[in-house]
């Protein structure tokens, strides 16, 4: 089986680099870092590289310290781990370490995946490359040590939204109990990914949530973002990235848009519906696109004339499906 | 064994009362319901009892619309089973309901439990009642449908902080494991319970976060909730029951505070701490209680003063100890 062919070429190669795909998130990190973990935990050499700055977020899992920015060279590997990537082109630069590997191995789990490694462990029924890693150091009789634990127990947590996904599996969930046997403080872990907010986060919810406005009958939410806010509360788009839901989790919304000023005639606007409105729709008709229920789209003109242009939409839209 | 002892009282007898403690939670409501619904598919007389109103957030558990309010009276039950209830006076009204019953059952995990039962099925490992009642089903080979499941489900992720409390296990994991393979849409189930929120709340938010204060190198945050924010919003004291949570969350905060007005000379104090600040200690320099890392007390004084004397021993305590 395959993974025990990846189980033989861990043993018979002797340098590694592990890479992922580009803004790294919760299962990229903690996957890359777990084979880091287990690969010199076997006096194996490896590199894991990233090709920008690391979301510092992650600091707290085994082997943070040791990964690299990438920068092109003529250094080769014999092996080469892809991560959690369903397109080499989403690599970004560290795509150039797989022009001198003998082999690369792509691990993953997005369905799309294009198989473009010389071995693809590839399964599109895992929450997170957290858990197929889990299984393939397991075939090998890999012991999971706390450390490693820490970095899969991240993946999986952090892909599953804490486990409320509806890619949560009951294998999912016995392995997370088996992670959090070897006595990791998941709970630690867990307010680190989700809830650790900063100061100028809070600030700026506080702004953004007393824009607040409720149409059709309280189905759709506005939220805005100003330049002006982010300055005055010292932050930036990321610190925002997770507003919409605010609007979205609102008990009768079905429609939450999220309007953020780029310059005084664009804005950017993320759009999220519940159950029934296809809000990919809606953003393809200003040149966007998206999900059914998670899209985007960049409207010309001013916050106002957004906000207008997308009401005016939004009305013909509920007075038509409802 | 116990769980067997009560499986035989199940089948023996056929009147059942089911009640828990006041304030019912998702863990009381979700066992409640699965002890019905299990009750009821077997044939059985059984009747949910409440004291107070009903928490519509859990109207989506089967059996919810069945759930009568206590009034006192004659009629007596074989057999009365009590959950999540660590003494008969947290049962409020329905600690009547035990004066006429043959055989009282009760089932709960507080360690501090006092064993009032005929019976006692009380397992303070347990995360929660929900995955005791799990367990007594198994033992006595019930089946577990998809109703009672999506009850126990809501009991485990309701008293488990949506499984990120230390209070989960391998065990618990395992047991929802084997619940969300009934095909219960548990990734709406967890939604309904931590993510809606009112238009209401999501107004006090706003407002309340605007009053973010942080001292001592951000270690200490104040939140204020004021009798008027309340009235503009349309809300009560329950909708900001989890915004001591936004204080707290604060990466640098240790000492999380929330100032509710009660009217102009009093105001009801909460405190959270995360690691080392004792705050049962400061809520009892003003007469209150609760525990190390969450506490409350009420200080006479406008909101000024209670800032300011709490703020005065705070700057004593962290002189103290840093």
Redesign the interface.
Known sequence: MIQTQIGKIILDKNSFAIVSHTSPDGDSMGSMLAVYNQLLSMGKNADVFVEEDLPMKYSFLSGFGSIKKYSISNKSYECVFVLDCGDIDRLGLCKDVLNRADVVINIDHHISNTLFGHLNLVDSNASSVGEIIYQLFKVNGYHISKEIAGCLYTSIVSDTG?????N???????I???L??TNID??DI??KI??????SQ??L???V??T?E?HFD?RVSILILTENMLKECNANEDDASEFI???R????VEVAILIKEKNINSCRVSLRSKKYVDVAKIASMFGGGGHIRAAGCTIEGNIDDVKESLLTILKNYFNAVI
Do not use: A
Request: without cysteine.
């Open positions: 804490g486990f409320k996904y509806s949560t599996t009951s294998i999912t969930l016995s997370v109990g088996d959090i046997n998941f709970s867990y307010n989700f809830n650790v907010k900063t100061l809070i600030k919810m506080s702004k949530t007393s607040l409720l309280n839901n605010i609007g989790d609102i008990e009768e």
